[in-house]
């Protein structure tokens, strides 16, 4: 965060790095090589799990990703983080293989083993040399299948993550985060950390782990994903080998409620007596993953703040030296969307970053983007887009996502052409229904006894204690 004495430095150094880009950025680019998808082979195994398998590339490598739609979103009512516990907790053990013996496993062949959750899925990610494909299916199907969720490791997780929220709270960026999320989805399933909280996670029990498990994970509710060195027949074989005898888990994913944000203005000021600086988000609705609106709203937003050279880089941090960084962004589940802007600046500039945010958001809301400023993103945003199947994890990622959200397999081969497609017109659609026609959230983490008087005029400001997002 720039100081009064720094300004007109941090200025000059943003306005040197943003014409470096713009001068990058803004030459023709070369029509890029087609993107393609390899070839999918799909099977089922006995047990119901759907799979996905494309053989690809020279290196003897392979990719295997496993979703499993049990995201934080099915938590239960008082048990917010169990999804994102449980994941962690697979890898401790299996009725075959304690934790140790696990780690050596797939550590002696070279291959890799994680695990993460998000609002919408639990996934399960394996990276493995082409020979040793086989016996790390074998070592996947074991977490899934039969994990033991030893007493010791599930007591040790608990304590890790419980002294991981106190941590927490020392960083106002992920209180910030926290508040915005809970303040925008309210009750809605995604209205919680995808961790959960204090309160919740030091209630979790080894029965609440066991239970999630075979209530929650399952295979008709799963699809997994292998990109690599290895044919579809042994991709298929070596599946019905590992998930042979997979049960539980419910007969389909569970539907979700559509999100109802009323931001009507709010303010939520997070008091944390200390900082000198303010954390600043501001957002409201956007729109569900896979929506018609994405590309045009893609487009728009780059302009506006989704990248480097964007209008709101260049007004509040270029032009003003308030901050060292602000971004807007789409971020898009299943059920619903944000559309939302994250930002800091000095305690004493919360209005100034406030207002100025707000009124460059207005301009493109009534004005939408020029055509030459959409020309500029499609190029970027088309020219980014093949890094996104450079390597078999990214690739098995990309099925995956396309199978789980409905998107369609032309959805890589079509992307740039449906990106390039759209038309000034739309943009400003875009920006009408999602540049906060209404009121939008605003929510500040600082000292709350300097940084309330500035917000006079705003709207209804609701001052919570910090300890509160724990």
Request: proline fraction near 6%; aromatic fraction near 6%.
């Given at each position: 965060?720039?100081?009064?004495?720094?300004?007109?430095?941090?200025?000059?150094?943003?306005?040197?790095?943003?014409?470096?880009?713009?001068?990058?950025?803004?030459?023709?680019?070369?029509?890029?090589?087609?993107?393609?998808?390899?070839?999918?082979?799909?099977?089922?195994?006995?047990?119901?799990?759907?799979?996905?398998?494309?053989?690809?590339?020279?290196?003897?490598?392979?990719?295997?990703?496993?979703?499993?739609?049990?995201?934080?979103?099915?938590?239960?009512?008082?048990?917010?983080?169990?999804?994102?516990?449980?994941?962690?907790?697979?890898?401790?053990?299996?009725?075959?293989?304690?934790?140790?013996?696990?780690?050596?496993?797939?550590?002696?062949?070279?291959?890799?083993?994680?695990?993460?959750?998000?609002?919408?899925?639990?996934?399960?990610?394996?990276?493995?040399?082409?020979?040793?494909?086989?016996?790390?299916?074998?070592?996947?199907?074991?977490?899934?299948?039969?994990?033991?969720?030893?007493?010791?490791?599930?007591?040790?997780?608990?304590?890790?993550?419980?002294?991981?929220?106190?941590?927490?709270?020392?960083?106002?960026?992920?209180?910030?985060?926290?508040?915005?999320?809970?303040?925008?989805?309210?009750?809605?399933?995604?209205?919680?950390?995808?961790?959960?909280?204090?309160?919740?996670?030091?209630?979790?029990?080894?029965?609440?782990?066991?239970?999630?498990?075979?209530?929650?994970?399952?295979?008709?509710?799963?699809?997994?994903?292998?990109?690599?060195?290895?044919?579809?027949?042994?991709?298929?074989?070596?599946?019905?080998?590992?998930?042979?005898?997979?049960?539980?888990?419910?007969?389909?994913?569970?539907?979700?409620?559509?999100?109802?944000?009323?931001?009507?203005?709010?303010?939520?000021?997070?008091?944390?007596?200390?900082?000198?600086?303010?954390?600043?988000?501001?957002?409201?609705?956007?729109?569900?993953?896979?929506?018609?609106?994405?590309?045009?709203?893609?487009?728009?937003?780059?302009?506006?703040?989704?990248?480097?050279?964007?209008?709101?880089?260049?007004?509040?941090?270029?032009?003003?030296g308030l901050t060292y960084g602000i971004h807007s962004y789409f971020e898009m589940m299943n059920a619903g969307g944000v559309f939302g802007i994250s930002t800091f600046t000095q305690t004493d500039k919360t209005r100034e970053m406030i207002d100025v945010t707000l009124a460059e958001v207005a301009k493109v809301r009534q004005k939408g983007i020029t055509p030459a400023e959409l020309k500029k993103a499609q190029r970027y945003l088309a020219g980014l887009y093949p890094l996104r199947t450079e390597t078999n994890e990214s690739v098995a990622s990309v099925i995956s996502d396309i199978?789980?959200?409905?998107?369609?397999?032309?959805?890589?081969?079509?992307?740039?052409?449906?990106?390039?497609?759209?038309?000034?017109?739309?943009?400003?659609?875009?920006?009408?229904?999602?540049?906060?026609?209404?009121?939008?959230?605003?929510?500040?983490?600082?000292?709350?006894?300097?940084?309330?008087?500035?917000?006079?005029?705003?709207?209804?400001?609701?001052?919570?204690?910090?300890?509160?997002?724990?």
């Amino acid at each position: 965060m720039a100081t009064r004495a720094t300004k007109k430095t941090v200025k000059k150094a943003a306005a040197k790095a943003v014409k470096a880009v713009k001068k990058v950025v803004g030459k023709e680019a070369p029509t890029p090589a087609a993107v393609r998808l390899p070839a999918l082979h799909e099977s089922t195994t006995s047990s119901g799990l759907k799979v996905l398998a494309a053989q690809r590339g020279v290196l003897p490598l392979v990719a295997v990703r496993l979703i499993i739609r049990a995201g934080s979103s099915v938590d239960p009512a008082d048990k917010h983080g169990l999804s994102d516990f449980t994941a962690r907790l697979l890898r401790r053990g299996t009725a075959k293989l304690s934790a140790d013996e696990l780690d050596e496993t797939i550590e002696f062949v070279g291959a890799s083993f994680s695990v993460g959750s998000s609002e919408d899925v639990l996934s399960l990610f394996v990276a493995t040399p082409a020979e040793h494909f086989p016996e790390m299916m074998s070592v996947l199907g074991q977490l899934v299948r039969e994990p033991s969720f030893p007493e010791r490791e599930v007591e040790l997780a608990r304590e890790r993550a419980l002294a991981g929220f106190v941590n927490d709270l020392d960083d106002p960026s992920v209180v910030a985060d926290r508040a915005f999320n809970r303040a925008l989805w309210g009750e809605h399933p995604y209205g919680h950390d995808v961790g959960g909280s204090k309160a919740h996670v030091r209630t979790f029990t080894r029965e609440d782990l066991v239970r999630f498990h075979r209530e929650r994970m399952g295979p008709r509710v799963s699809l997994l994903s292998v990109v690599g060195a290895v044919s579809p027949d042994v991709v298929a074989r070596e599946a019905e080998k590992a998930f042979a005898g997979w049960e539980g888990g419910p007969e389909a994913p569970v539907e979700l409620p559509p999100a109802d944000m009323k931001t009507s203005g709010r303010i939520i000021l997070v008091d944390k007596p200390e900082q000198t600086q303010t954390q600043v988000r501001i957002g409201g609705p956007g729109f569900r993953v896979g929506h018609a609106d994405y590309f045009p709203a893609a487009a728009m937003n780059n302009v506006l703040g989704g990248g480097f050279t964007s209008r709101l880089v260049n007004e509040v941090r270029v032009e003003r030296g308030l901050t060292y960084g602000i971004h807007s962004y789409f971020e898009m589940m299943n059920a619903g969307g944000v559309f939302g802007i994250s930002t800091f600046t000095q305690t004493d500039k919360t209005r100034e970053m406030i207002d100025v945010t707000l009124a460059e958001v207005a301009k493109v809301r009534q004005k939408g983007i020029t055509p030459a400023e959409l020309k500029k993103a499609q190029r970027y945003l088309a020219g980014l887009y093949p890094l996104r199947t450079e390597t078999n994890e990214s690739v098995a990622s990309v099925i995956s996502d396309i199978r789980v959200h409905g998107l369609g397999d032309d959805w890589v081969e079509k992307f740039r052409e449906r990106l390039m497609e759209v038309k000034p017109k739309q943009t400003v659609e875009v920006a009408t229904k999602y540049l906060f026609a209404q009121p939008p959230l605003i929510v500040l983490v600082g000292k709350a006894s300097e940084v309330k008087k500035q917000l006079t005029g705003l709207g209804p400001v609701t001052v919570v204690p910090a300890s509160d997002y724990e």
